[in-house]
């Protein structure tokens, strides 16, 4: 069976194992009723059962077949079958199928009794108005007890969903700051350096421990001072500057008044790979990449520069791959609508790219924005 065969069997088997739980918890409300209503009047108990039974099943199919049918026309709903519709939708539903479902149930029992009992269609007007009663009370109960379970339960999921990714991200995010290519390009140069410079080697290695200290502490926090990522991001650019030689110059501004903002870890160093990946790289005089923080009213503004082939790096804002992507998700889960990252062409002679990351200035962490109180 191949991916997407599995992906949809999964879902199916779910939703049937959902529907056999509910038949079952439909027959035990079913016994409990017949157990109550047998106690209170005095009935024979295996008619008193027999009705109880074929009444509540059929209020429940009816009533679950319904919603299923109106989840799956909504057009909110893309969904289908599988959830609840709200409000008005739910109230009717359950109406509908409590009445019809009593009355179908009703004459089954009539069917396997031999008795000639009356239903909510056949019979005087208080007697239906007593029989409605004991048709909706039980149904909005369990329609009720069902909907919230479901509902916790749908929730538990979506929580363990984002546990793992978020799991599965801080893995690829440290991942890609541990990149090996990166790492036996610096090892190789360190290599070389020790036997013709080793004052140059040993800031080198001071360069790279720092630099892997502050990655995988990084990946454990859930916020650091944008004064810790961008020495995290000089010590990171000093080993590109071994590899690169005069090809790479960098420049840092950081206003004194920004030092102290709270930043995602580990945030910026993917732009700074694109730069040099795509814009310095390629050109073969290689170029300039400018990191500057600077506070603008209640938002935190921090832009990465080069002087790179510029154009080459693609625009679209899905565009980037792994790196760029993860920028523009962390942001959209910690600050929602709150932070933007724009990457465009600079407009200036010199040419290159400009990548623009905005976020509320705060000097507290955040919680993402899915998880903030409402």
Partial sequence: MDLAATATAEPSRERWRRIAMRGLRVEAAALV????????????????LIYSVCISTMCWLLIDIGRSAVAAWLPSDPAGGGRWPGGIWMVAIVGVGAVLGYAAGNEIANWLTGLQLPGPFNSGPRQTLSLLVMALVPAITITYFFRSRETIATQRQAVERAER???????????????????????????????????????????LIA????????????????AVELERLRDYLALMEVRMGARLATRFALAADSAAA????LLLQP????????????????????VSAARE???????????????????APGDGGFGLGHVRERLATLYG??????????????????????????VEPVLPAAASPR
């Fill in 33 to 48: 009723i017949a157990v109550c209503l047998w106690a209170t009047f005095h009935q024979d108990f295996g008619f008193t």
């Fill in 165 to 207: 990714q978020a799991a599965e991200q801080q893995l690829k995010l440290l991942e890609s700051q541990l990149e090996p290519h990166m790492l036996f390009n610096t090892l190789a140069n360190l290599r070389a350096l020790i036997a013709v410079d080793p004052a140059r080697a040993q800031a080198m290695l001071d360069r």
């Fill in 211 to 226: 630099f892997l200290r502050a990655s995988l502490a990084g990946s454990r926090s859930g916020a650091q001072t944008v």
């Fill in 262 to 265: 709270q930043v995602p870890p």
């Fill in 271 to 290: 732009i700074v790979e694109n730069s040099i990946k795509h814009g310095l790289e390629p050109k073969k005089e290689g170029g300039r990449i400018e």
């Fill in 297 to 315: 009213g209640k938002t935190l503004v921090i832009r990465v520069r080069d002087t790179g082939v510029g154009a080459a790096v693609a625009l």
């Fill in 337 to 362: 609508s709150a932070a933007s990252f724009e990457l465009v062409p600079a407009d200036d002679a010199e040419g290159g790219m400009l990548a623009t990351v905005r976020l509320p200035f705060t």
